[in-house]
Nanobody, 116 residues
């Protein structure tokens, strides 16, 4: 079983920044992808950003140029630097880990609220 512990969420004013972190532990064999998804009230969970073990990354169009995902393979951690936040970024953010042959692992989620 894989445990994902998220940190860094909170309340920030529009235009501000936050940095989310996710630390993975437990039954980790070979990580293909780590990433972040988010779910706003009344909406479906959506991909925010993900990074592959090769280093390549994908971003949702709505966050390109504002968010940056990075990974520390030695620590099995992934970070999401979020800049120029706006109220539309308000959501619960979930860490995701994918290993070949196993179901996706999910964190418990961390709340990000952008409001003045």
């Amino acid at each position: 079983q894989v445990q994902l512990v998220e940190s860094g969420g909170g309340l920030v004013q529009p235009g501000g920044s936050l940095r989310l972190s996710c630390a993975a532990s437990g039954s980790i064999y070979r990580i293909n992808v780590m990433g972040w998804y988010r779910q706003a009230p009344g909406k479906q969970r959506e991909l925010v950003a993900r990074i592959r073990n090769t280093g390549g990354g994908d971003y949702a169009d709505s966050v390109k140029g504002r968010f940056t995902i990075s990974r520390d393979p030695a620590q099995n951690t992934v970070h999401l630097q979020m800049n120029s936040l706006n109220p539309e970024d308000t959501a619960v953010y979930y860490c995701n880990l994918q290993q070949p042959g196993y179901r996706d692992s999910w964190g418990q989620g961390t709340q990000v609220t952008v409001s003045s």
